[in-house]
């Protein structure tokens, strides 16, 4: 038997988008896998949507909470119901190419390293690609996703076999790299596939685009999540804004 991918799946009044995602994950070549989708309080037929394509596929999960209560607390729900052998994240509006798990098992096995990532191609909402591809490094270390998040939430790929299930902070941005650093700090480097393998979908008003609204997330991060003291956080402060330039520039 192979082994089983748990995707997780934050929504929130995605109807717009959510039915591609899913497709994206049932086009995928490598098919051991369940999606474990967490409803974090939508108000339009996102659940609808979701239930429909329930019936006809059984890998796919719905868990829905009550209240709406931030990505943190709904991809958090999502890794405590995981019982697969690897962990991956895919947002509602993200694509997957249908080779991307297969070619993350295929890194973790060539490698030995328990921690994949992807090169992404990125577009606007109607999926033009407005943007340039944005190539990932080969190799991040614990320092390095702190000067910029390289690993987008759309291709982090785990092996929680070997490194186990952790959580995100739950905090209201930033929690994805809580958790990229959870890791790090116990292995040397995740490593990069540099080929692109998903769309991350750009949404106008986009909170990630816009550095300076983010600027007061960053900093509380560093100073109250990883504890780092005001001159290592202005170090790497002074290294995620210029790159965060660089990265949308094009």
Same mark, same amino acid.
């Given at each position: 038997?192979?082994? !089983?991918?748990?995707?997780?799946?934050? !929504?929130?009044?995605?109807?717009?988008?959510?039915?591609?995602?899913?497709?994206?994950?049932?086009?995928?070549?490598?098919?051991?896998?369940?999606?474990? #989708?967490?409803?974090?309080?939508?108000?339009?037929?996102? %659940?609808?949507?979701?239930?429909?394509?329930? $019936?006809?596929?059984? &890998?796919?999960?719905?868990?829905?909470?009550?209240?709406?209560?931030?990505?943190?607390?709904?991809?958090? $729900?999502? #890794?405590?119901?995981? /019982?697969?052998?690897?962990?991956?994240?895919?947002?509602?509006?993200?694509?997957?190419?249908?080779?991307?798990?297969?070619?993350?098992?295929?890194?973790? &096995?060539?490698?030995?390293?328990?921690? %994949?990532?992807?090169?992404?191609?990125?577009?606007? $909402?109607?999926?033009?690609?407005?943007?340039?591809?944005?190539?990932?490094?080969?190799?991040?270390?614990?320092?390095?996703?702190?000067?910029?998040?390289? #690993?987008?939430?759309?291709?982090?790929?785990?092996?929680? &076999?070997?490194?186990?299930?952790? !959580?995100?902070?739950?905090?209201?941005?930033?929690?994805?790299?809580?958790?990229?650093?959870?890791?790090?700090?116990?292995?040397?480097?995740?490593?990069?596939?540099?080929?692109?393998?998903?769309?991350?979908?750009? &949404?106008?008003?986009?909170?990630?685009?816009?550095?300076?609204?983010?600027?007061?997330?960053?900093?509380?991060?560093?100073?109250?999540?990883?504890?780092?003291?005001?001159? /290592?956080? #202005?170090?790497?402060?002074?290294?995620?804004?210029?790159?965060?330039?660089?990265?949308?520039?094009?």
């Amino acid at each position: 038997m192979s082994e !089983t991918v748990s995707i997780i799946t934050p !929504t929130f009044n995605s109807a717009k988008y959510i039915a591609e995602t899913i497709q994206s994950v049932q086009k995928q070549t490598y098919s051991n896998w369940e999606m474990i #989708i967490v409803d974090d309080g939508s108000k339009d037929t996102t %659940v609808g949507i979701i239930q429909n394509f329930m $019936e006809d596929d059984h &890998r796919i999960h719905l868990i829905q909470l009550h209240k709406n209560s931030g990505p943190a607390k709904a991809r958090n $729900e999502g #890794i405590e119901k995981a /019982q697969g052998d690897y962990m991956t994240f895919l947002d509602a509006d993200d694509i997957w190419f249908p080779d991307f798990i297969a070619s993350s098992i295929q890194a973790i &096995r060539q490698t030995g390293i328990h921690f %994949v990532f992807s090169s992404y191609k990125r577009s606007n $909402e109607n999926l033009e690609f407005v943007y340039s591809d944005f190539i990932v490094p080969q190799k991040v270390t614990y320092t390095d996703i702190l000067k910029t998040n390289s #690993i987008s939430c759309l291709t982090a790929f785990v092996d929680i &076999r070997t490194l186990g299930k952790k !959580t995100m902070p739950e905090i209201f941005k930033r929690q994805d790299m809580g958790l990229w650093l959870k890791y790090l700090k116990e292995i040397p480097f995740a490593y990069g596939i540099q080929e692109p393998k998903a769309i991350y979908r750009i &949404r106008e008003n986009s909170l990630s685009r816009n550095k300076s609204k983010l600027l007061k997330y960053q900093w509380q991060f560093y100073r109250e999540v990883e504890k780092l003291t005001i001159v /290592q956080s #202005i170090y790497y402060m002074a290294h995620w804004m210029y790159r965060g330039f660089m990265k949308y520039r094009n």
